[in-house]
Nanobody, 120 residues
Framework: QLQASGGGFVQTGGSLTLSCAASGRTLSDYSVGWFRQAPGKEREFVGVISRSGDSITRANFVKGRFTISRDNAKNTVFMQMSSLNPEDTGVYYC???????????????WGQGTQVTVSS
């Protein structure tokens, strides 16, 4: 089971750190992706980190603003978000799969999302 947390309400330019914690599963066996879904829009890829943490791929719209990391000893993946703007508003989800991928449809396990709201 995956659980995303850390969302909240921030003003433009603010920061948040999201966490994705796993229970009943060894997260180091999986690549972990982050996705988000804004109201009325499709779920979109934000970033993915490999099992070891050596490889990270991020969507162009978050490069330089979002950092993804993981602590396998704590069975947790983090996404530090800075310079947030209203277009970043949405529900953020983490997902795990044994294969490193950017397509949401391919992920095997999903956590419940956490809401991020950025005010202008």
């Amino acid at each position: 089971q995956l659980q995303a947390s850390g969302g909240g309400f921030v003003q433009t330019g603010g920061s948040l750190t999201l966490s994705c914690a796993a229970s009943g599963r060894t997260l180091s066996d999986y690549s972990v992706g982050w996705f988000r879904q804004a109201p009325g829009k499709e779920r979109e890829f934000v970033g993915v980190i490999s099992r070891s943490g050596d490889s990270i791929t991020r969507a162009n719209f978050v490069k330089g603003r979002f950092t993804i990391s993981r602590d396998n000893a704590k069975n947790t993946v983090f996404m530090q978000m800075s310079s947030l703007n209203p277009e970043d508003t949405g529900v953020y989800y983490c997902a795990a799969d044994r294969v490193y991928r950017t397509s949401a449809a391919a992920y095997q396990y999903w956590g419940q999302g956490t809401q991020v709201t950025v005010s202008s």
